[in-house]
């Protein structure tokens, strides 16, 4: 079975492969008739390609340009929504000639390119300060490379097989196109590296390149943008174009679109990194002081717990020793790994296999119909902790150690819907008492969830978080997030939902200001925005369904120029974490007598640091390379492969670094890779075994395991404690055996399932927001620019008046409908009751936009053409900005609440969606209103009377914050979003709904994406 599956993926590579040879032997024959050409002709060719897209695109773009000038002048309505549909079709004929025309032009520009970098070879320059010299011609492979990432898919090609030049071919060829390409790097050092490195190809065939990095600012952003090409890393890019989205005029913008991008280490970016969205915030108004308010309590319920859990170990320790008493020991394992689950001494016990197995049945009998029975084991505790699920849950013994003395209810949240019915029942009271009693109640609902929830943080930051594991405290006394996969210190990341105040909390530390949330994207959606995006890593065959589910990308596994000779031993398990590092220390010092050189793996900061206390103790020189030392990793990394040399590195740093051997390392084997712990993921395993065996080097590559690994004991480790019990393996014994490995790899496959599970749920949520973000950002462009905008204001006009007389004419209120009209728009409504009958609801609404049209003109003829446009879009930003933000900070509410709906067996996801969307309707409806407001209603004379938008304010650098929150522990980040059933799930009860007003005939713009998240447009949808 297993065979058949691996010939027909095997087959359908080479497949996609096969049909790409005769392309290969057509740019092959190019390049040799190139051979011929002088410097000027090879570099004439980049003019001669771009001539002939810009003849095959003459007729469309003629076209285009006689349509915008269309909408210049002073057309109908109807006409100019023709127009925009007709503008949409050219762009997208547009797209189709350029990409066909590229295809066509691919043997050739693809010739070029290797033409240029066989001249080049021999040349000497700087690259990220070191002097390199030119040696490279792509091979086939590359070529094959180069053409599947045209292609808009992923190529997988083995570490160090010289991905870096394989971009530079479609680089240079969509290039051609003249509209900007990306190419996206895990890091400043690698966009740096990379473009100076390749750069000259580009530079000598006459193309522009340019590199983003962290430190620039907006106006030397903008000149890396406009060039043909520009590297940058997936954050800088990200974090542009939302600040494009926050500019108060189009000058203070740095992107200039999003054609194409490759992007390198593209499962580190897409799936690693895609974890946690970008967000920039800034500080809120009120400081507040809860976290340090509440850690005296949560520290006397922590201390409490741990005493108990000592007592429960100990009695279980005890009843272990009698057989009949096997059920008790179970419940009380079970309810210590509850109270403390990474408790020294439970975590002693549990080496031995037989304890967790018989925990590890207690449990799922426990977990069984949705955990019926738990509350049994967590009764007894002060609250219970979920590793798996990464969540909390206070019990009622703690919710009372907490109160202290203390009303007993501090921590118990009101039962809304119970306390508003009763509320709703009492005859006695007015509407008004009544409405006053509701609010009084909602507070007091807030209030409690507030404290509750920071209890529950400071309960993780003190159960979950472990000081040098996930974080650190630097000297100057900030808590820094440790890079779970590259072990780097995250500069400026903070962990999001309250966490990182909890653990400043706990280290006693200032806890920083909360934040808001000014914009906030995905990278899924981020790379989403790009007509063509390709990919390129080392390792993406195992996540090829994600890359296919999220982002139609498929794989395409390219075979190496040479046969790959590493040799990859079998893992070896040890059953303790001790056992094990002494046998790595004893491989190293075997390894160094060879002089072979070895590079050693970690997972996080303190085992590097573990092992490098204790290669100093045996007088062993060798390098360490984690979070502290990150701007010379590169470097360290790159002398990793000198004889007899010793490098420590967590577990990725480096990726993308290239090791070359030293003299006499070949013969001696190569570069030995050391893993220490098997990571949650295979590909980062795969990464790092790939820093070794590059272009066909020899090399080698082994993981030493115990069973103490968090891998093994959170998942398989009963499987894998079967075997070792089989095989009866005794302390300071070691076994390495097939089977080990393969149940490591199913535990590792589980976890990668179930983080793909986080991610795409996480995605959901955003995809909401997303079509959400595209309304608001296309709206506030329009304003920007000044395109559409007096469209978007007479449609506005028009939506807000049919509104105003929805409201009224059935009542027949003719008065208040002048009355509204008067106060909005200043607007004054002739008209009679009679009329007001006679000409029916339509004939109403469109006399009134007569008149407000008439007064509309009359206005702009007085204060001016110029100054009215400038007044329209001053309007426009400035509501746009507040009211997008206000409802940036509820949808966060929403999001934060929606879960404890999950109550009432509704599917959360889906409730989101409806209120996110009746939410935004009614946004939008503000917005309208409000801008309308002043549109008609301010009177400036000049430009300088006109208020500025408010949204130039917290466009200080210096005041936002950027953050791209790192993922920690194991992965298991459960509670990042709304999950079912978590810890506030069953401590709370579900918020009263509010109530939204649909606001019927509200509408978006009717070209734009309808919000509801279908993809279609909105007039073909909910605008209908
Ligand atoms: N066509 C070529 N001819 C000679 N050397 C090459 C060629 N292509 C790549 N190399 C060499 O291979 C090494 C690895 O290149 P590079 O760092 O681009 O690999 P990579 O595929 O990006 O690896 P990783 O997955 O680790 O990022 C470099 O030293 C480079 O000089
Ligand atoms: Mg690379």
Same mark, same amino acid.
């Given at each position: 079975m297993l065979d058949i599956l691996k010939k027909m993926f095997g087959s359908k590579h080479e497949r996609d492969i096969r049909q790409l040879l005769p392309v290969v032997e057509e740019i092959n024959s190019h390049f040799e008739s190139y051979k011929a050409l002088s410097d000027d002709e090879i570099k004439g060719k980049t003019v001669e390609f771009k001539e002939r897209i810009k003849h095959e695109t003459e007729d469309a773009n003629r076209r285009l340009t006689e349509a915008r000038e269309r909408l210049k002048t002073d057309i109908p309505f109807e006409q100019r929504e023709s127009t925009y549909d007709e503008i949409d079709e050219i762009e997208k004929e547009l797209t189709e000639i350029i990409k066909e025309t590229l295809d066509e032009l691919l043997p050739e520009a693809f010739a070029v390119v290797k033409e240029t970098c066989r001249r080049l070879v021999g040349q000497m320059w700087e690259v990220a300060g070191n002097k390199v010299v030119w040696d490279m011609v792509p091979f086939d492979v590359q070529l094959i490379g180069g053409m599947v990432l045209h292609q808009g898919?992923?190529?997988?090609?083995?570490?160090?097989e010289g991905k870096t030049l394989v971009a530079t071919l479609p680089m240079y060829l969509n290039a051609l196109a003249g509209r900007g390409v990306h190419l996206v790097t895990v890091n400043d050092y690698l966009a740096l590296r990379d473009s100076q490195w390749m750069g000259k190809i580009f530079e000598f065939l006459g193309l522009t390149v340019g590199c983003i990095l962290q430190t620039m600012d907006p106006p030397q952003r903008r000149i890396?943008?406009?060039?043909?090409?520009?590297?940058?890393?997936?954050?800088?890019?990200?974090?542009?174009?939302?600040?494009?989205?926050?500019?108060?005029t189009p000058d203070d913008m740095v992107q200039r679109g999003h054609y194409y991008a490759i992007v390198d280490e593209v499962d580190s970016v897409l799936i690693d990194e895609a974890r946690t969205p970008l967000i920039i915030s800034g500080p809120v108004e009120v400081d507040d002081q809860k976290f340090g308010e509440m850690k005296p309590r949560v520290e006397r319920l922590v201390n409490a717990q741990r005493s108990l859990v000592?007592?429960?170990?100990?009695?279980?320790?005890?009843?272990?020793?009698?057989?009949?008493?096997?059920?008790?020991?179970g419940v009380l394992l079970l309810r210590a790994y509850r109270g403390a689950p990474k408790n020294k001494r439970l975590t002693k016990l549990f080496a031995d296999g037989a304890p967790k197995k018989l925990m590890q049945d207690t449990e799922s009998i426990y977990l069984a119909e949705q955990s019926k029975r738990m509350h049994e084991i967590d009764d007894e505790l002060f609250f219970a902790v979920d590793e798996k699920n990464h969540s909390i849950d206070l019990t009622e013994k703690g919710r009372e150690l907490l109160a202290g003395n203390s009303d007993a209810d501090f921590f118990v949240l009101p039962d809304i819907g119970t306390e508003v019915s009763l509320i709703e029942g009492n005859a006695s009271m007015s509407p008004e008492e009544k409405q006053i009693k509701k609010d009084e109640v909602n507070k007091l609902y807030a209030e409690r969830s507030d404290r509750i929830h920071t209890v529950l943080q400071l309960l993780k930051a003190y159960s979950l978080y472990e000081k040098d594991d996930e974080y650190v405290v630097t000297e100057d006394g900030k808590v820094m997030i440790v890079d779970e996969f590259t072990g780097r210190l995250l500069h400026g990341r903070r962990y999001s939902d309250g966490l990182h105040q909890a653990i400043e909390a706990k280290e006693g530390v200032t806890v920083e200001r909360d934040t808001q949330t000014l914009a906030t994207v995905t990278l899924q959606n981020y790379f989403r925005l790009y007509k063509k995006l390709a990919g390129m890593t080392g390792t993406a065959e195992t996540e090829a369904a994600e890359f296919f589910e999220?982002?139609?990308? +498929? $794989? =395409?596994?390219?075979?190496?120029?040479? %046969?790959?000779?590493?040799?990859?031993? *079998? +893992? $070896? =398990?040890?059953?303790?974490?001790?056992? %094990?590092?002494?046998?790595?220390?004893? *491989?190293?010092?075997?390894?160094r007598e060879k002089r072979q050189p070895v590079l050693v793996g970690t997972t996080s900061v303190e085992v590097s640091e573990t092992i490098s206390r204790m290669l100093k103790r045996k007088g062993i020189p060798h390098n360490v390379l984690n979070a502290k030392q990150h701007q010379r990793e590169a470097e360290i990394v790159q002398n990793a492969g000198l004889p007899g040399g010793v490098t420590i590195a967590t577990n990725m740093a480096g990726r993308g670094t290239d090791i070359k051997l030293g003299p006499g390392v070949r013969e001696v084997g190569g570069l030995r890779i050391i893993g220490t712990e098997r990571h949650e993921a295979r590909r980062i395993d795969r990464q790092l075994r790939g820093r070794s065996g590059r272009q066909g080097d020899p090399g080698s590559s082994k993981f030493f395991l115990s069973l103490e690994d968090d891998l093994l004991r959170l998942f398989g480790s009963e499987r894998i404690a079967g075997i070792m019990e089989r095989m009866g393996l005794k302390e300071g014994e070691v076994i390495q055996h097939s089977m080990i490995t393969k149940s490591i790899e199913r535990a590792q496959k589980k976890v990668e399932e179930n983080n793909f599970g986080i991610r795409k749920r996480l995605l959901e949520y955003d995809n909401v927001m997303n079509q959400q973000r595209e309304v608001i950002y296309a709206k506030r462009r329009h304003a920007l620019l000044g395109e559409h905008l007096k469209d978007d204001i007479f449609s506005m006009?028009?939506?807000?008046?049919?509104?105003?007389?929805?409201q009224h004419y059935e009542g027949g209120d003719l008065e208040r409908l002048k009355e509204d009209l008067r106060v909005n728009l200043l607007v004054d409504l002739q008209m009679t009751p009679e009329q007001f009958q006679s000409l029916g609801k339509g004939g109403v609404a469109a006399e009134a936009v007569k008149v407000a049209t008439e007064f509309y003109r009359r206005k702009e003829e007085k204060i001016g053409t110029e100054i009215m446009g400038s007044l329209e879009r001053m309007a426009m930003l400035q509501v746009i900005d507040v009211r997008w933000k206000e409802h940036l900070r509820e949808m966060d509410d929403l999001?934060?609440?929606?879960?404890?709906?999950?109550?009432?067996?509704?599917?959360?996801?889906?409730?989101?969606?409806?209120?996110?969307?009746?939410?935004?309707?009614?946004?939008?409806?503000?917005?309208n209103r409000e801008a309308l407001n002043l549109v008609f209603k301010l009177f400036p004379e000049t430009r300088e009377q006109m208020p500025l938008p408010r949204t130039r304010r917290p466009l200080h650098r210096e005041q936002l914050t950027m953050t791209h929150d790192a993922s920690a522990g194991l992965g298991f980040q459960g509670n990042r979003?709304?999950?079912?059933?978590?810890?506030?799930?069953?401590?709370?009860?579900?918020?009263?709904?509010?109530?939204?007003?649909?606001?019927?005939?509200?509408?978006?713009?009717?070209?734009?994406?309808?919000?509801?998240?279908?993809?279609?447009?909105?007039?073909?949808?909910?605008?209908?």
């Open positions: 898919k992923i190529s997988e090609m083995a570490t160090g890396q943008y406009a060039a043909d090409i520009t590297y940058g890393t997936n954050n800088e890019f990200g974090f542009d174009y939302l600040r494009d989205n926050m500019v108060g000592a007592k429960v170990v100990a009695d279980a320790e005890a009843f272990l020793q009698d057989e009949k008493k096997v059920d008790e020991a999220i982002y139609k990308l +498929d $794989v =395409v596994c390219i075979p190496t120029n040479k %046969k790959a000779i590493r040799e990859d031993f *079998e +893992d $070896v =398990v040890y059953k303790t974490k001790r056992e %094990k590092y002494n046998a790595v220390i004893t *491989e190293i010092e075997e390894l006009l028009g939506d807000f008046i049919e509104e105003l007389v929805e999001k934060e609440g929606i879960h404890l709906r999950a109550y009432g067996q509704k599917d959360p996801i889906l409730e989101y969606k409806g209120e996110a969307f009746n939410m935004f309707i009614e946004m939008i409806g503000m917005i979003e709304p999950v079912e059933g978590n810890e506030a799930a069953r401590s709370a009860q579900p918020p009263a709904t509010k109530v939204q007003q649909l606001h019927a005939g509200t509408k978006v713009g009717r070209n734009d994406p309808c919000p509801c998240g279908s993809g279609k447009k909105y007039k073909n949808c909910h605008g209908r």
